[in-house]
């Protein structure tokens, strides 16, 4: 069974425009919610975490999230997308292991356009 | 201070043959994972290491496959013999000791194809 879907496997916005990326998750347990990046030729990096302090969550680079238990989302914003965003994110879940296991989504590649 | 170093960058190999991957994770991290990601797949969880000791390997495809961290340091990954399912770009971490909402930090990955 699919724990984390990412909507959409490639999104396409212009340079300046709302950056939105679908994740939901399925969990029987309270969990621990990751946004990584990954740019070109680079190791993955993280954006942001939910921990359950806070349902929105600030990264770096302008990236927010915020966890809506009720619709089991934790979809991921930029206000004004920058060329530099161009890069594949994955949203990933802890289910309720003691370590930092992951389960990822299947990604999602961002284009940003002039 | 330097970050998840993984070697090498990228393998080819041939059908039957032996590879190792290594994984050197950031110093003083207890814990270190093993990711895979097929192509068009997403990231999966191989295993996981406290220190030497394997403490889930769950996630490891079958007995080919053979991970390794001898001293808690760093640590491989031997594929023997290699199928060519095996292709696919091989992801290593690792994380202070802590609970579940540790970040991990991962490495650049190992590209790996069996031709």
């Known amino acids: 069974a699919q724990s984390v879907t990412q909507l959409g496997s490639h999104v396409s916005v212009s340079e300046g425009a709302l950056v939105l990326l679908r994740c939901n998750y399925s969990?029987?347990?309270?969990?621990?919610l990751f946004w990584y990046v990954q740019y070109p030729n680079q190791g993955l990096q993280l954006l942001l975490k939910y921990t359950s302090a806070a349902t929105l969550v600030k990264g770096i680079n302008g990236f927010e999230a915020e966890f809506k238990k009720s619709e089991t989302s934790f979809h991921l914003t930029k206000p004004s997308a920058h060329m530099s965003d161009a890069a594949e994110y994955f949203c990933?879940?802890?289910?309720?292991?003691?370590?930092?296991?992951?389960?990822f989504g299947q990604g999602t590649i961002l284009t940003v356009h002039p | 201070e330097a970050g998840v170093t993984q070697f090498p960058s990228h393998s080819v190999i041939e059908k039957g043959q032996t590879v190792t991957l290594r994984c050197d994770p950031i110093s003083g991290h207890d814990n270190l994972y093993w990711y895979r990601r097929v192509m068009g797949k997403e990231i999966k969880f191989l295993l996981h290491f406290v220190k030497e000791s394997k403490q889930d390997e769950s996630g490891m495809p079958n007995n080919r496959f053979l991970a390794e961290r001898t001293g808690g340091t760093y640590s491989t990954l031997k594929v023997q013999p290699a199928e060519l399912e095996d292709s696919g770009v091989y992801f290593c971490?690792?994380?202070?000791?802590?609970?579940?909402?540790?970040?991990?930090?991962f490495g650049q990955g190992t590209r790996l194809t069996v031709v």
């Open positions: 969990s029987s347990v309270p969990p621990y």
């Open positions: 990933a879940v802890n289910l309720g292991t003691s370590y930092g296991k992951l389960t």
């Open positions: 971490a690792s994380s202070q000791a802590g609970g579940s909402e540790t970040e991990a930090f």
